[in-house]
């Protein structure tokens, strides 16, 4: 049973960073691509980082890293917006895609719970 569990959310204000954890357990995350993706209240769960490419509205802003030895893959998300408020999911693929493929979270095998990031104006 593969586990993903985020971390690291709250509220900061515009301007502000934050850096977002999600820990991987039962597999070694070296065997997974993995992702973010977000959901506001009231909207469709959007695309904020698969692999290596980013959604248009973060590019710049976010970068994904990841520490095989700590199985852990991180969001650092910097010059915040209100707009980025939401919740934050982590996600993991269990094969590659073409870049454009992962956006689509129906690619992601598993998820997790997601953490709230407030940005205040």
């Known amino acids: 049973q593969v586990q993903l569990v985020e971390s690291g959310g709250g509220l900061v204000p515009a301007g502000g960073s934050l850096r977002l954890s999600c820990v991987v357990i039962g597999r070694a995350i070296s065997a997974y691509a993995m992702g973010w993706f977000r959901q506001a209240p009231g909207k469709e769960r959007e695309f904020v980082v698969g692999?290596?490419y980013y959604g248009d509205s973060v590019k710049g802003r976010f970068t994904i890293s990841r520490d095989n030895a700590k199985n852990t893959v991180y969001l650092q998300m910097n010059s915040l917006k209100p707009e980025d408020t939401a919740v934050y999911y982590c996600a993991a693929a269990s094969r590659t895609y073409a870049p454009g493929s992962y956006e689509s979270p129906h690619n992601y095998a598993y998820w997790g719970r997601g953490t709230q990031v407030t940005v205040s104006s």
């Open positions: 692999s290596t």
